[in-house]
């Protein structure tokens, strides 16, 4: 059974930046579709961004285009969310999720992680 656990959250001020990172153990990224939610108090959780393991290939939401990026280090099994220019609307738990599919419906992901919380405030 594969664990993903995220990291890298925190408190920050707005304009300011996170790397968050999401290490899966018991199992491989390779061949599966790794995506990022998030989800902020009394709110759906709702589709980031993802990333296809098999081509590089990323797919944003239209609200973090341009801030937000991807990238992945193989050896380590890890994918990692950069997270520029944060705004105050950023504030939520944000969730790795691994699926078969290339897909921004957060059903069609198999396996989840506990979430890291990411504050934007000053």
């Known amino acids: 059974q594969v664990q993903l656990v995220e990291s890298g959250g925190g408190l920050v001020q707005p304009g300011g930046s996170l790397r968050l990172s999401c290490a899966a153990s018991g199992g491989i990224f390779g061949g599966y579709v790794v995506g990022w939610f998030r989800q902020a108090p009394g709110k759906e959780r709702e589709f980031v961004a993802r990333l296809d393991w098999s081509n590089g290939r990323t797919t944003y939401a239209d609200f973090v285009k341009g801030r937000f990026s991807l990238s992945r280090n193989n050896a380590k099994n890890t994918v990692y969310l950069q997270m520029n220019t944060l705004k105050p609307e950023d504030t939520a738990i944000y969730y790795c999720?691994?699926?078969?599919?290339?897909?921004?419906?957060?059903?069609?992901?198999?396996?989840w992680g506990q979430g890291t919380q990411v504050t934007v405030s000053s």
């Open positions: 999720a691994r699926g078969s599919t290339g897909s921004s419906i957060e059903l069609l992901y198999d396996d």
